[in-house]
């Protein structure tokens, strides 16, 4: 191992070591590039040091100039606005009229809700924040039992992460250099078949023990038919927008644009009509959130381009994948290997986070167990193109990331949703999510054993 690798190492042992210690993944990230740049113009004089910090003239400016990150704070706008003008109660308050005659029904319809909101939401812990905050109540008011009801929901909320659009998805795109309107593609039916799972395993659960939920009761025919009223225009709204995506008919920045356009007439709409919706103080709010969590967002791509400009220099990632290669190890046991890590290092961080810092030593290592950058000699070892390969990963590493979101003891979503019931023992929760972890288990290893449930859509829509 050479010098510059040996450090390499050792800023990534000091990259773990601070995120361990709850640093900002940017700051961190930060920190380490830097200081470890310095410490290799040191170690390798002809590396100086000061070239390296000239860079950061035009760094977070060719960074963040580019035309597909500019879909981020639409789509992150397009959920404030969702949340502040009170769309996720009318998608739970219709979904519950649907499907709340039977038992168990509105947990059913909090997994959809979920699964509609993080159709515009694009974060799997804004999804289970909103929620969290609109459906618990309820739940709570008509006697489900704690477990069933704080598990649904922090299962539920990862559903944000993976059905399109979503933020994760549209960073991964820009760091693999994947396609982001064919990731989105890519993600409808492996989100669809989550939601199935999850609303398999309520129905097993309440079927299973009569006591998780209590006897079905219908709503006012009235109240019915408001509830369904106010769903069906929030309905057409998220389903323009994912059905767009999907088959390919407008591109994602477009499409965000469309969706901020549409909810925000919508929400003035229902304002005018004295229905709640959006006024200015929804507007000012949404703004504001959107100005806060796009900076933090773009912070963290400027951040993660110091730090992979670092790990370049020190030839860290190129010399892992070249070992990988000549090592001999089973490429499906390296892919194991890669989610097994992603599942343990979702319990701490967030999926944003994840991508940025540790794809640039995953994607490498895969490409070269995979036969390589030539499209036309690859297709060895997972028989896929590396351009499919990407796709294929891509999906497989985010569904793993909501995993780590809620596996005990310290998955992030189990810790929002026990701030949102503090008379709820977390093991209350753990108890309840466990076999909702069991049908993410089930889902990963058909996605593993059937790459054609993530790839049909793409390649159907890409001919």
């Known amino acids: 191992m050479s010098e510059r690798e040996f450090v390499g190492l050792g800023a990534l042992a000091a990259l773990v070591l601070l995120l361990l210690l709850r640093l900002p993944v940017a700051i961190a990230m930060l920190v380490v590039g830097i200081g470890g740049s310095w410490v290799l113009s040191l170690v390798a004089p002809f590396l100086r040091f000061e070239p390296y910090l000239r860079q950061f003239k035009t760094l977070f400016w060719n960074t963040v100039a580019s035309y597909d990150l500019s879909v981020v704070p639409l789509f992150v706008l397009m959920g404030y606005l969702a949340s502040h003008g009170g769309l996720a109660r009318d998608l739970f308050a219709g979904i519950q009229a649907l499907v709340g005659k039977r038992r168990g029904g509105v947990a059913m319809a909090a997994i959809g809700a979920c699964a509609g909101f993080g159709a515009v939401c694009g974060s799997s812990l804004a999804t289970a924040s909103t929620m969290g905050k609109v459906a618990l109540p309820e739940l709570q008011r008509l006697g489900y039992h704690p477990r069933l009801a704080t598990g649904a929901l922090a299962a539920g909320g990862t559903l944000g992460i993976l059905i399109p659009p979503s933020v994760p998805l549209v960073i991964y795109a820009i760091v693999v250099e994947a396609s982001i309107l064919e990731m989105f593609q890519a993600a409808i039916l ?274």
């Open 190 to 463: 492996p989100g669809l078949l989550a939601v199935a799972f999850f609303l398999a395993v309520i129905a097993l659960e309440v079927r299973r023990d009569a006591a998780l939920a209590p006897p079905a009761a219908g709503m006012a025919a009235a109240e019915r038919r408001g509830a369904l009223l106010r769903l069906l225009p929030v309905l057409a709204l998220f389903a323009a927008i994912v059905l767009g995506l999907g088959i390919g008919l407008f591109t994602p920045t477009p499409a965000a644009g469309v969706g901020v356009c549409l909810i925000l007439l919508y929400g003035l709409l229902l304002r005018a009509l004295g229905k709640g919706g959006i006024g200015r103080l929804e507007i000012g709010r949404a703004v504001l959130d959107t100005a806060v969590t796009s900076s933090m967002i773009y912070f963290i791509l400027f951040a993660a381009e110091v730090l992979k400009g670092f790990f370049a220099r020190t030839g860290l990632p190129s010399a892992l994948a070249g070992w990988a290669a000549a090592s001999g190890l089973d490429p499906w046991l390296v892919l194991a290997a890669m989610l097994l890590l992603l599942v343990v290092l979702g319990c701490f961080l967030e999926s944003l986070s994840m991508i940025v810092v540790v794809l640039p030593f995953f994607w490498p290592v895969l490409v070269e167990l995979n036969g390589g950058e030539d499209v036309a000699a690859a297709a060895a070892a997972y028989g896929l193109h590396t351009d499919e390969l990407k796709i294929w990963f891509g999906i497989l590493a985010l569904v793993v990331v909501e995993l780590g979101l809620v596996t005990p003891p310290v998955g992030l979503n189990l810790f929002i949703i026990g701030s949102l019931a503090p008379n709820v023992p977390m093991r209350e929760t753990v108890r309840g999510v466990l076999p909702f972890l069991a049908a993410e288990a089930v889902r990963i290893l058909l996605l593993l054993a059937v790459p054609l449930l993530t790839l049909a859509l793409p390649r159907l829509l890409g001919r």
